[in-house]
């Protein structure tokens, strides 16, 4: 790694002894080669999608078997792991896919963004700028950004070739007159380096602007339908749009109800039966290093 | 085909750090990288024969160029399994210790449109990665732009310039010397001052 490593004093906690029986990162290594050199046919040609043999892994496709298995081929004894889902560490495919690599690594893992040298995630990217020197590999359902337009992946390959993007400026144009705006959420397409179409994976397009130059490296890995692509860093990511309907982020009326943040990605929650919720961010870490800060200060003032 | 070498000391995290200093060079384009140390067959850098261990086995074809040691060769089928091919365009993986004596860059293989990636990936030995005359870079992995001073002649950045117009076909190397590694991916792209120096002219050249 080209960054000094990260990990303040008194954290991360000593990695754990590996389980005996597998391998290092459970792939054996001719697997690990094989995605290895995907890997970096996908770092040299930023949002193209590379074909690998994915493995069955011991979690059903759909689980985040893509993002795993790039991890485990990235992975190192000296990285410390950090899992997210829907920006939570602590939700069941991030608990469980720590707790894999931990076994099967023995490697330090750790909640905070700014500490880890490998983040897998799955659906958002943390509120905390990202790292040089940091991989961030993302959980893909769907590669294929044209797959909804164009479901023949020979057909599809041949439209990346001529890069006969045009049906899905089509598909944006057609939401704009349905709606009168472009109205997905997530998985909002996006141009990377000026010529290739990439799904970004299913994070809101609050996210979106995130993806453009960042200085860390972004890895995308999708393990059923057995593609993986990248962005390097420092790379051009520009989310579609049109002169006259330019790309916007979601925004809320109120700020965090835990930490105040005005500037998260923020999530509903039922609180109960009476149909009362709340908003709250959907990164914790950012959400609890806010809420700490924040008791510090007033601990401190009193 | 016998080899008295041993490859790595630690195969299995040996080649995770050799695989993390090929993508971290690959990422980031003008800054080297350090891989393991190993003791190579004679004719190999360190670090190019740790990256063979790293990326090659059974599925890659090889390219050497002439010249190389018969050790080479013996080390490398005995820790990798790995296929040889007397065709640079065939090969996935090639292999050059005197870039000046390689052939073109346009006589490997670049990819087809619709798999760019099935390509060659140039593994060029070096005696410095430095002392070159000064080239400037752009692309992705390089935060505006990055300068290097490769050892290759002019005629190199040239070649490499009437490639680069044809992204997304085109070729990635990684250059060695000693155990250090510095990547030049096919997003790399001379500097518009940088072609104009050399006195060459935007996408002007064929073969």
Sequence with gaps: MTSSSPGSPGSPAPPPIPEPGFNFAYLDEQTKRAIRRAILKGVAIPGHQIPF??????????????????????????????????????????????????????????????????????????????????????????????????????????????????????????????????????????????????????????????????????????????????????????????????????????????????????????????????WICSDTDYCEQRQREQSGSAQKLG | MITQLAGFADAIHDAQHTFRALLDALARPGIPQTTVSLTPPSGLESSCAATCLTLLDLETSVWLQPGLPADVRSWLVFHTGCRFTDHPHAADFALIWQLNNAPELSEFSWGTAEYPESSTSLLIQLPNLTGGEPITLEGPGILSEIEVSLPMESAFWQQWETMTANYPLGLDCWCFAQNQIMGLPRTSKLTASVYESLGFTKHGYSY
């Excluded at chain 1, 078997?65 to 889902?85: H, N, R």
């Excluded at chain 1, 943040?261 to 039966?273: F, H, K, P, Q």
Aim: with cysteine.
């Design chain 1, 53 to 278: 043999s994915s493995r069955e892994m011991p979690m059903s496709y759909g689980w985040g078997t893509g993002g795993i298995q790039v991890t485990a081929s990235v992975i190192g004894q000296d990285d410390t792991l950090k899992v997210i889902d829907q920006g939570a560490d602590d939700t069941t495919n991030a608990v469980n896919i720590r707790r894999f690599f931990k076994k099967v690594c023995g490697v330090a893992t750790t909640e905070k963004t700014e500490e880890a040298t490998l983040i897998q995630t799955r659906h958002r990217i943390p509120e905390k700028p990202l790292k040089a020197g940091q991989v961030f590999v993302y959980q893909v359902p769907m590669p294929e950004p044209l797959y909804f337009i164009e479901p023949s992946r020979t057909e599809a390959n041949k439209m990346h070739a001529l890069e006969e993007y045009g049906p899905m400026y089509v598909k944006l144009y057609e939401d704009i007159t349905k709606f009168g705006r472009i109205s997905l959420a997530y998985d909002y397409p996006v141009m990377v380096n000026g010529r290739h179409l990439m799904n970004p994976s299913p994070i809101p397009r609050f996210d979106n602007p995130k993806m453009d130059m960042n200085p860390a490296l972004q890895l995308f890995g999708a393990g059923r339908e057995k593609r993986i692509y990248a962005i390097p860093p420092y790379t051009q990511v520009k989310s579609l749009d049109f002169e006259d309907h330019p790309f916007s982020v979601e925004n809320w009326e109120h700020p965090c109800e835990f930490c105040g943040a005005t500037d998260s990605y923020l999530d509903e929650v039922v609180i109960d039966d009476q149909g009362g919720r709340m």
